[in-house]
């Protein structure tokens, strides 16, 4: 089937075959490389954390780490699973508000 604005249309000349197949090597190297992304995205995110004088926000770290989402939201998930960052209470930010604040955990961050 193929879409023809406004209707989907049989298309005999379609072969199913091409649909679905095995992964390629593209998509295994593309598979690496969000490895690599991550393991560096991690330490970035580490990196930051230990030039911070205490306990931040997800906000404050993300911004010292100077990257964005979704990458930074993987990666801050991946050191949460793992243990590498806690979460150290509240803070209390300019506009008289509390925020979950996040520290290093005291075990060395894998490397």
């Not at 580490?46 to 990257?67: C, Y």
């Not at 243990?83 to 506009?95: C, H, S, W």
């Amino acid at each position: 089937m193929r879409w023809s604005f406004p209707t989907w249309q049989l298309d005999s000349q379609a072969d199913p075959r091409k649909l679905w197949g095995p992964r390629n090597a593209r998509d295994r190297q593309s598979r690496e490389n969000k490895d690599i992304h991550l393991k560096e995205d991690r330490q970035v995110i580490v990196n930051a954390m230990v030039g911070l004088l205490g306990p931040e926000t997800q906000t404050s770290i993300r911004n010292s780490a100077k990257f964005g989402n979704p990458r930074f939201g993987y990666a801050w998930a991946s050191l949460i699973k793992d243990g590498t960052i806690i979460a150290a209470g509240k803070v209390k930010k300019g506009n008289n508000r509390l925020y979950e604040a996040f520290v290093l955990s005291r075990q060395e961050p894998e490397q």
